[in-house]
């Protein structure tokens, strides 16, 4: 309760100095925004998938085939007659963070940015620990983004584009863990 108060206060000399343990703790379960009461819908469908790699005792590298990790999250909102908001929103809005704080080079210039890209790599850790059969130390991800074509008569003749975007590979712990 004190981090989130420190963070809501006016600025004083304690959130001054203790600026960047409040956020890392406040952020991102916290966050502020005006959504709620003016909902900015979708245009995009993304679909991120995961795949992880283990390094072997003989220095082999092993690669899971992709798996889809929204489709889990669809999946489980479907069959699901009340939802929660974590179920519908935890992978989609980790994935925004993360392209807010990257932009298109998936490189992190912020402390923000390493910590919305290891809260992004945790989640698909621990969904693909949940997946898989065996250990893996290294889990990369990649996010098709399809636009939803708007309703109506067309507007020139253009189709819509995919973008498919493949990230690095993440160090994680293992099994996920």
Aim: hydrophobic content about 40%.
């Amino acid at each position: 309760m004190i981090l989130v108060f420190l963070h809501v206060a006016p600025p004083n000399t304690i959130s001054k100095k203790y600026s960047p343990l409040i956020n890392s703790w406040v952020y991102p379960f916290f966050e502020q925004n005006w959504r709620l009461f003016a909902p900015d819908p979708e245009s995009v469908n993304r679909q991120i998938l995961a795949r992880t790699a283990h390094t072997g005792s003989d220095g082999s590298f092993q690669v899971s085939p992709w798996f889809d990790l929204s489709a889990v999250d669809r999946s489980a909102v479907l069959h699901d007659p009340f939802p929660s908001h974590t179920a519908q929103n935890l992978l989609r809005r980790a994935w925004a963070g993360y392209v807010d704080s990257h932009g298109g080079d998936d490189r992190a210039r912020t402390e923000r940015a390493l910590m919305m890209q290891k809260y992004l790599g945790n989640i698909a850790a621990d969904r693909a620990a949940a997946r898989e059969n065996g250990p893996f130390d290294f889990i990369q991800l990649r996010v098709v983004t399809l636009p939803i074509p708007v309703a109506g008569p067309a507007v020139g003749n253009r189709p819509p584009t995919a973008e498919n975007r493949l990230l690095p590979w993440w160090k994680v712990t293992r099994h996920g863990k």
